[in-house]
Antibody, heavy 120, light 107 residues
Framework: DVQLLESGGGLVQPGGSLRLSCTASGFSFDLYDMNWVRQAPGKGLEWVSTVTGGFGTHYVDSVKGRFTVSRDNSKNTLYLQMSTLRAEDTAVYYC??????????????WGQGTLVIVSS | DIQMTQSPSSLSASIGDRIIITCRASQNIDSYLAWYQQKPDKAPKPLIS???TLQSGVPVRFSGSRSGTDFTLTITSLQPEDFATYYC?????????FGGGTKVDIK
């Protein structure tokens, strides 16, 4: 079975840093673009970042310069390094797999999510 | 950035009803549109990709269509397990963007 398991969420003070991880199994991790999508409490879905199979990266404007996405194909793991965190970054962060190796970036597999709370 | 305007934001319906949810893209996205279902405290589940391609295991009462920049998700004969929130997502270009969601609850 294809599975994604996030970890690393928690409570952090404004201005602080946190690193999220997503461990993948059941597919050839290195072939697929991987994504982070977040959902603030009671709100909708917001795409945050993508790292392609070729290690290219994309970010939503609100996190550019503060978040860094990366991957370690030897460990089948996706990361999101978050710094200078703000209250508005409070959300459940989902790891999501691009559905196909070519074509557009829609998501066929999601992790269970990890909650990040930015508060003093 | 491509804006996705989803409507309605909520609707109440009864078991057996037919419902339609609409998403309008702010510019041409061809058929690069997906639909997801999300239940409380769960991750989203993909229903449809490429505007109208039903994912494996999704009941045939779900369908999607496109007319220009307007997209619809139709659920015929609503079932108890269909009460959830639905999101559209465009993947024509970055940044990937979602619609605001439609919460479907029981009338």
């Amino acid at each position: 079975d294809v599975q994604l398991l996030e970890s690393g969420g928690g409570l952090v003070q404004p201005g602080g840093s946190l690193r999220l991880s997503c461990t993948a199994s059941g597919f050839s991790f290195d072939l697929y673009d991987m994504n982070w999508v977040r959902q603030a409490p009671g709100k909708g879905l917001e795409w945050v970042s993508t790292v392609t199979g070729g290690f290219g990266t994309h970010y939503v404007d609100s996190v550019k310069g503060r978040f860094t996405v990366s991957r370690d194909n030897s460990k089948n793991t996706l990361y999101l390094q978050m710094s200078t965190l703000r209250a508005e970054d409070t959300a459940v962060y989902y790891c999501a797999k691009k559905a196909v190796t070519g074509g557009g970036n829609w998501f066929d597999t999601w992790g269970q999510g990890t909650l990040v709370i930015v508060s003093s | 950035d491509i804006q996705m305007t989803q409507s309605p934001s909520s609707l109440s319906a009864s078991i057996g009803d037919r419902i339609i949810i609409t998403c309008r893209a702010s510019q041409n996205i061809d058929s690069y549109l997906a639909w997801y279902q999300q239940k409380p405290d769960k991750a989203p589940k993909p229903l449809i990709s490429a505007a109208s391609t039903l994912q494996s295991g999704v009941p045939v009462r779900f369908s999607g269509s496109r007319s220009g920049t307007d997209f619809t998700l139709t659920i015929t004969s609503l079932q108890p397990e269909d009460f959830a929130t639905y999101y559209c997502q465009q993947y024509k270009s970055y940044p990937v963007t979602f619609g605001g969601g439609t919460k479907v609850d029981i009338k």
